[in-house]
């Protein structure tokens, strides 16, 4: 089973932006839960976002349903966000 023209266009989308949103709000995660002052936990956390967003690819196409990939991709990335702010004190 093939995948169509659109269909493959929004899951690359998803893949490169979805999966660059994750691997920021990681990072972001990362920052604040890890237990080290605020320079070593967002090196940290940085360094450790390129394997999400690596990870984040490759889940996307294994998906191969763009509305679930987005959805999933979208949620995860905001849960983590808000969460590693929360962690940081910074609230919203």
Do not use: K
């Not at 509305?67 to 990335?77: E, N, P, Q, T, V």
């Amino acid at each position: 089973m093939g995948l169509s023209g659109w269909r493959l266009f929004s899951l690359i989308c998803a893949a490169l932006i979805g999966g660059y949103a994750l691997a920021a709000a990681s990072g972001i995660f990362l920052g604040g839960a890890l237990p080290a002052s605020r320079g070593p936990a967002a090196l940290t956390g940085t360094m450790a976002s390129f394997a999400v967003y690596a990870g984040a690819i490759i889940w996307v196409f294994a998906m191969r349903r763009p509305a679930r990939a987005w959805a999933s991709l979208i949620l995860a990335s905001l849960v983590l966000a808000t969460t590693g702010l929360m962690l940081r004190g910074h609230g919203l």
